[in-house]
């Protein structure tokens, strides 16, 4: 009998006396044959009314049959009834978690991770999380919320920057485009092998394009020409042509019209009849413009 469970039903007895073979008598003759799924439907039914104990003993048993997913539910169950059993809940969650790893059951190891996070927001989950993630991601939101645990948790440098970029396309999928552009920024900082992800670099100017168009637009000129001048670096590409509209409108921004026309005359170059070089002309003939009363009119589309 496993020693965990055998306390239990030391327990139980003290508690209980040595009463007539009730369900639970039953329930746990069958636990000690190994019954391990009758013991676990018979604990379940009765801890509907029966309290914590019955839930930690049905937690115990879904996990010796395999029952991972019931296990984990089981255990959250326990903390529920008796809050004062919270470190008794995590510790069964945690051996549920090791035993979801070595049978490669996502779905059990989710169910650990979501308890685990709702019991104790600072108990570390790393080593599930990053087995978790790797195996099958959640939806975005829950890919970026459980990212930065399983980084801690990576084992190698290969393995921290395949999440790296996987946190990037999460945070940028769930709207948050600056989170995005930093994560694809640290990618591209640490890893050689840029050309086996050859789109990166463009998800990056696209996102500090999206991030510095922001800033501009909430009144923040200064953060938004740090953003802008990471997207101009692909001045090639049309996102980075853009760019160079909006930094110079940050530069604008800033009372520095001169810096203003040098970014807008990088935009000249190449086709004059580009439409980011016409309206790039149109800016300039607009700071010569004795009448301008200042403002820097966007051009249609950004």
């Known amino acids: 009998m496993k020693p965990i469970f055998a306390a ?13 073979a009730g369900a639970e008598e039953r329930a746990d003759e ?3 044959a190994r019954r391990y799924a009758d013991a676990y439907a018979a604990y379940r039914a009765l801890a509907e009314d029966g309290g914590a104990s019955l839930w930690a003993k049905a937690g115990a048993a879904a996990a010796a049959a395999g029952m991972l997913d019931s296990a984990a539910a089981a255990y959250r169950s326990l903390a529920a009834a008796d809050p004062g059993r919270t470190g008794e809940a995590l510790e069964g969650l945690d051996r549920t978690g090791r035993l979801a790893i070595r049978s490669s059951n996502l779905r059990a190891l989710r169910m650990v991770v979501d308890g685990i996070t709702a019991l104790d927001s600072v108990r570390p989950v790393g080593r599930f999380a990053y087995p978790l993630l790797r195996g099958a991601p959640p939806a975005p939101a829950d890919t970026a919320r459980l990212l930065p645990a399983a980084l801690a948790a990576a084992p190698d440098a290969e393995a921290f920057d395949a999440l790296l970029l996987a946190w990037g ?8 485009c600056t989170g995005a552009a930093e994560a694809y920024r640290g990618f591209l900082r640490r890893t050689a ?7 990166v670099r463009e998800r990056l100017t696209a996102c500090a394009y999206e991030a510095g168009m922001a800033s501009l637009e909430a009144g923040r000129p200064v953060e938004a020409e740090r953003w802008l001048q990471i997207a101009v670096a692909d001045s090639g590409g049309p996102e980075g042509r853009r760019a160079l509209l909006a930094l110079g409108d940050a530069r604008l921004a800033q009372g520095d019209p001169i810096a203003a026309a040098i970014v807008w005359q990088r935009a000249l170059r190449g086709d004059p009849d580009d439409s980011v070089a016409v309206e790039a002309a149109r800016r300039i003939r607009t700071l010569a413009d004795p009448d301008t009363t200042g403002g820097s009119p966007r051009m249609e589309g950004e």
């Open 8 to 20: 239990l039903l030391v327990a139980a007895h003290l508690a209980g006396g040595c009463g007539g």
């Open 30 to 32: 069958a636990y000690a």
């Open 169 to 176: 396309r999460a945070l940028e999928a769930g709207g948050d």
């Open 193 to 199: 092998h840029v050309r086996a992800e050859p789109g």
